[in-house]
Every structure is written in C-alpha cells, then in structure tokens.
T-cell receptor, first 118, second 111 residues
Framework: GAVVSQHPSRVICKSGTSVKIECRSL??????MFWYRQFPKKSLMLMAT?????????EQGVEKDKFLINHASLTLSTLTVTSAHPEDSSFYIC??????????????FGPGTRLTVT | DAKTTQPNSMESNEEEPVHLPCNHS???????IHWYRQLPSQGPEYVIH???SNVNNRMASLAIAEDRKSSTLILHRATLRDAAVYYC????????????FGQGTRLTINP
C-alpha cells in the first residue's frame, strides 16, 4: 500500500518557540493532504485540509495563524506550530489521499508526530 | 458526513472471531462505509471499505446490512496484534475527501 512518512516522530520544544512537522507521500503524489491532532485517549480531530499550490482550509476553531500549513509540492506538506504552548502538546497525524476509480478516495496516514511543549 | 455509532469497547480472546458493529441509520445512497484501525501510538490504518455488498480482504470482512443502516467488521481469527481502536466512518463518494472520526471501538484481545 501507499506510504506516508512524518518527520520528526517525536519533538520536544520550549514554550514560545515554533516547530515544523513534515508529511511526505513516499510512493505517490498527493494533491490533498490532511492534518489531524489527537489528545490522549481521544479520537482524531481534523485540523485542516492542505491542497497543493493553494491555501489550506481550516476546520472551525483551528487558528490558521498558529498552525501554518504549506503544501508546496505533490509529495510534501508541512505543519508549523508557531509560538507553541504546553496546551499544544499533542499527537499530530497527517494523511494523504489517493483516487480510487469508481470508489472515491482512500486515505493513507502517517505514523504521527508527538509534540511536547515544555 | 452521516454519523456512526459504535460501542466504546469490546473484548475478545485470541484466535477467536470478532464482530465489531457499527450503526449508521442516516446513511445516504452515495455513502461508502470505511473502517480504519489505530494501534497505540500510531497513525490510523485502512482496513476495508464497501458500499452495498459484503467485502473481503486479507485483513477482514465487512458485512453490510441489506438496508445499509448497519455494518459489521469481522476479524476471522483475532491475534494480539489486532488490539486497537476501530473506527467506522461514512464518506460520500462524491463529497469532500476528508474523514471525520468518531470515538471508535477499543478492542482488547485476551491471550
């Protein structure tokens, strides 16, 4: 199946700093990628839809100036958490879609990035 | 996206079949039924999807009720590695590509 990677897998940063998370589709091109966050024991919450070459579409309640998304190529999307605070500590997961003939799209997920803000 | 309802948790024994139910009474004619699972500290993994007919793949089987208002994910012979949270998600084939995750079912497998 299709492979999506994330880097880094784990990051610790100090409060007030910014951190960038990369999401790559390794063996396919993805015009659309998604970013989710997940708190412990909770389900995934969609943050934004990232479209190659255009601005991301953010879900209601997600601050676009805090979570900067860039999708500059068909295989790479980045999420930058700006001025991170401890409440931003979470598990961030990206996904990328592949079009299935006659069946819409299928999503493949990255392994996640655990962000800890101290 | 139409809503799905799943039990919060289920438990089964190793090497026994597991039937994970999902109710989706408001499903529309163009909604596909997708199942994903998430192992601890990993991203979700695609399991199976279907529209009307039952589906089989190497991981599982998907049984869809005739009225499509419910479905069941079947793991034929559970192993300890199948312990995960299983999500049943509806997505309109012609709609947005995004997936909206509910709470899912946490499956525990006893040795």
């Amino acid at each position: 199946g299709a492979v999506v990677s994330q880097h880094p897998s784990r990051v610790i940063c100090k409060s007030g700093t910014s951190v960038k998370i990369e999401c790559r589709s390794l063996d396919f091109q993805a015009t659309t990628m998604f970013w989710y966050r997940q708190f412990p024991k909770k389900s995934l919450m969609l943050m934004a839809t990232s479209n190659e070459g255009s601005k991301a579409t953010y879900e209601q309640g997600v601050e676009k100036d805090k979570f900067l998304i860039n999708h500059a190529s068909l295989t790479l999307s980045t999420l930058t958490v700006t001025s991170a605070h401890p409440e931003d500590s979470s598990f961030y997961i990206c996904s990328a879609t592949i079009h299935l003939a006659g069946a819409g799209y299928e999503q493949y997920f990255g392994p996640g990035t655990r962000l800890t803000v101290t | 996206d139409a809503k799905t309802t799943q039990p919060n948790s289920m438990e089964s024994n190793e090497e026994e079949p597991v039937h994970l139910p999902c109710n989706h009474s408001t499903i529309s004619g163009t909604d596909y039924i997708h199942w994903y699972r998430q192992l601890p500290s990993q991203g979700p993994e695609y399991v199976i999807h279907g529209l009307t007919s039952n589906v089989n793949n190497r991981m599982a089987s998907l049984a869809i009720a005739e009225d499509r208002k419910s479905s069941t994910l079947i793991l034929h012979r559970a192993t300890l590695r199948d312990a995960a949270v299983y999500y049943c998600i509806l997505r309109d084939v012609g709609g947005a590509q995004k997936l909206v995750f509910g709470q899912g079912t946490r499956l525990t497998i006893n040795p």
